[in-house]
């Protein structure tokens, strides 16, 4: 469970992220440009649309600009018709025409510019997540385990969200409010250059509001972002470890942090939504603004000659065009921003260093049940300043059990991960068979081993997909046979859809049921070499002794690897390795070790009593 720590005075938040990312604060890009210089490049692929959707955007504004000119002329023909009492119909009907054939065109213009953007987004995205997911598979396992599972899932998710909704909607809304502003601009400048001051100097009023109300309401944003991660992270571990809370009766300091929390969050939601709102009424002000200048300058100018009416009539259209496109770049620029900084995390991830080409290297191994594995001077530390393994070297012979014990930290999970090949060794080498396992392909070592560890994982799906997960043409029976061996069998059977049934995580399944599932799946795989890590862990006594009998039909005939706490599982070890500080302190049998009054003993010695109970 994940661990917070705030300080809801000063609005700062140390938190390591959870299983689950929560929100993550409005960010700033370290490189703005950099950063769209970086998803134009990733984009070239697709350039076409992009290209496409920025000509489609340009027409569809040009045209949309056309149009109060037309109605100015119209109505200088309406109007010139009821001085003379002779309407011009023919030309009064062409440009009503035309008019509309341009809004029309300018309509199904923006029509194919969205579609084209939209589709540009999505594909864009998609193509984001399947490099990420390649990536986050080529990568070496130190780099995704120097990171917590939150951050990982929050480039995957979110960044990539955030980065498909600016590509979809606000960089395209950006490029047509600023060729509609400037376009507004010149067209209202050509017509007549008093009018177009006017308008001008409202919107420029409007423009500095704006950007006050930007600069003193996007902190109370960001506050927002990080008081609403706070409370969904306090919400998670508080539930997650409810039977926690209320066994130490810390409900009440729960629910005092909660309120503090959501008091701070509803303060700063309000200021950021009550500053934000206010947008749209200075904006409608601003416009009404130039709407009356617009009205008493033009009156005053058609009554002295200087313009016709229709003047009038196209600038109250081009004020409304004009100030527009403010409010949209208001809203657009912090979107913008924002994702220009989740696609640096998006890249900062593509860009990592991948694992070696194993192109050449041995992909596939046969007959490696009568196989050696043999660790020869194996050293290694998962930073250069601290070795783990020091000068490590053994002979594990076919079939043989092998138990490796020890206290916490000694460097018994990372001997597993070293022999899966999980790490590269720092110097030395681990053979099997022979073969060097850095000559074989990853893919390969992995295929070797079954493996049963500590903490159990299985995804959402049917019991069957994740009893047979990783292993083709397995059989009914075969599975079956699995399920039945460490007894988990009959609880399969018991399900609504016994083998079919859909597994969630809301699945009624104890800890223990789970651990046998993982278990079940390590026999139907049946691979050479087994790796087992605390797997009888998490199950009762009674259960524990049926799943090592199964066990012991598993691992007959394999060479076999078990980490072990509770000593009981690995007294009939053909071989057990006490391991301290990474190195190996003493080797024997479970009855030589005992005899030697040394750590192991001591380990033993500490679980149980003089009887052998514990």
């Known amino acids: ?56 955007a340009v027409i569809a504004v040009i045209l949309s600009l056309f149009g109060p000119n037309m ?69 070496p396992l130190s780099r995704t385990d120097s990171s917590s599972f939150g951050d990982l899932l929050s480039r995957v998710t979110n960044d990539v969200d955030t980065l498909n909704l600016a590509l979809d909607k606000t960089v395209a809304e950006l490029i047509a409010a600023a060729i509609t502003f400037l376009g ?21 009023l409007g423009f500095i509001a704006m950007k006050y109300i930007i600069k003193y309401s996007q902190p109370y944003f960001t506050n927002r972002s990080i008081f609403l991660g706070m409370l969904n992270g306090h919400i998670e571990e508080m539930y997650a470890g409810h039977v926690i809370v209320r066994g130490f009766n810390g409900e009440e300091e729960s629910e005092e942090t909660f309120s503090e929390i959501n008091e701070k969050l509803y303060v700063t939601n309000w200021k950021s939504q009550f500053l934000s709102g206010l947008m749209m009424p200075i904006m409608e002000l601003v416009s009404n603004l130039g709407y009356v200048a617009v009205c008493v300058l033009g009156a005053y100018l058609v009554s002295r000659g200087s313009i016709d009416f229709g003047v009038v009539v196209a600038f109250i259209v081009y004020v409304k065009l004009f100030t527009q496109p403010l409010t949209q770049v208001a809203e657009g620029t912090t979107n913008v921003q924002t994702a220009a900084a ?30 050696e594995v043999v660790f020869d001077h194996v050293n290694f530390g998962y930073t250069p300043e601290r070795t783990i393994i020091k000068d490590f070297s053994f ?22 991960n070293l022999l899966m090949r999980f790490y590269e ?38 019991v069957r997909d994740n009893l047979i997960f990783g292993k083709e043409n397995v059989t009914e029976e075969e599975m079956i046979e699995a399920c039945k061996s460490v007894g988990i069998h009959h609880y399969i059977s018991s399900l609504p859809k016994a083998y079919d049934t859909i597994l969630t995580d809301d699945s009624n399944m104890s800890v223990g049921q789970r651990q046998l599932m993982t278990i079940a799946r390590a026999m139907i795989h049946d691979a050479p070499l087994l790796i087992l890590d605390e797997a009888t862990s998490s199950v009762d006594t009674r259960t524990e002794q049926m799943v090592q009998d199964a ?61 052998g109970t514990i």
């Open 551 to 611: 066990m012991n039909r598993l691992m007959k005939g394999r060479t076999s690897f078990t980490i072990a706490h509770r000593l009981s599982t690995i007294r009939d070890a053909d071989i057990i390795l006490v391991m301290k500080d990474g190195d190996i302190v003493e080797t024997g049998n479970h009855e030589e070790l005992l005899n030697m009054h040394g750590v192991y003993a001591e380990l033993w010695n500490s679980q149980f009593t003089e009887g």
């Open 342 to 371: 989740a696609a640096e995390r998006i890249f900062q991830l593509l860009s990592e260093e991948e694992m070696e080409d194993e192109t050449g290297k041995i992909d596939h191994i046969d007959d490696i049940e009568n196989a």
């Open 425 to 462: 060794l720092n110097s030395g080498s681990i053979s099997i068979g022979g073969i060097k396992t850095s000559d074989m392909t990853r893919e390969c070592v992995h295929s070797l081993f079954g493996m049963v560890l500590q903490d159990t994982w299985l995804f959402n799906g049917t």
């Open 184 to 204: 507004c601009m010149i067209m209202m400048l050509i017509t007549n250059v008093e009018l177009a001051i006017s308008a001008i100097f409202f919107a420029i």
């Open 395 to 416: 002979t594990v012979y076919p079939g043989h059990h092998v138990a490796i014990v020890g206290p916490t930290g000694a460097g018994k999970t990372t001997l597993v």
């Open 1 to 56: 469970m994940a661990r917070h720590t705030y300080n809801l005075g000063q609005v700062q938040m140390k938190t390591t992220i959870g299983r689950r990312g929560g929100m993550r604060a409005a960010e700033k890009p370290k490189d703005f440009k950099s950063a769209w210089m970086m998803v134009l490049r990733y984009s070239r692929p697709l350039k076409w649309m992009i290209i496409l959707g920025i000509a489609c």
């Open 71 to 139: 109605l100015k002329d119209i109505t200088n023909l309406i109007q010139a018709g009821m001085k003379s009492g002779s309407f011009d119909l023919d030309s009064i009907v062409r440009l009503t025409v035309t008019a509309m054939v341009l809004y029309v065109l300018s309509a199904l213009i923006t029509y194919i510019e969205s579609y084209t953007m939209t589709t540009y987004s999505a594909r864009l995205t998609q193509m984001m997540r399947r490099d990420i997911s390649r990536k986050l598979n080529s990568i």
